[in-house]
């Protein structure tokens, strides 16, 4: 089984920085495609940065130049350091991983933290 825990998540005023975590257990964590994905109030839940396991990004529009997705694989962790930040940006983030277990494809998410950009 895998488990994704997130951390990080807090309130903050517009223009500043939170930097996210997110801790994998699992063996296969360094070949898993990991991403970030957000849910604010009343919209549906976006993606907001990929990495696959070769190090390649992609960025949603609304994001791009202000936010940075890296991971560790020594340390099986996957960040997300989001700077700039603005009242749009509040939302719960939840932490996703693609992992190969017993053979198959899972998808796995964390349970999601709390981030408040308040004007």
């Known amino acids: 089984q895998v488990q994704l825990v997130e951390s990080g998540g807090g309130s903050v005023q517009a223009g500043g920085s939170l930097r996210l975590s997110c801790a994998a257990s699992?063996?296969?964590?360094?070949?898993?495609?990991m991403a970030w994905y957000r849910q604010g109030p009343g919209k549906q839940r976006e993606l907001v940065a990929a990495?696959?396991?070769?190090?390649?990004?992609n960025y949603a529009d609304s994001v791009k130049g202000r936010f940075t997705i890296s991971r560790d694989n020594a340390k099986n962790s996957l960040y997300l350091q989001m700077n700039v930040l603005k009242p749009e940006d509040t939302a719960v983030y939840y932490c996703?991983?693609?992992?190969?277990?017993?053979?198959?494809?899972?998808?796995?998410w964390g349970q999601g933290t709390q981030v408040t950009v308040s004007s």
């Open positions: 996703n991983g693609n992992f190969i277990v017993g053979g198959l494809l899972r998808t796995y």
């Open positions: 990495i696959n396991s070769g190090g390649r990004t």
């Open positions: 699992g063996s296969t964590f360094s070949i898993a495609a």
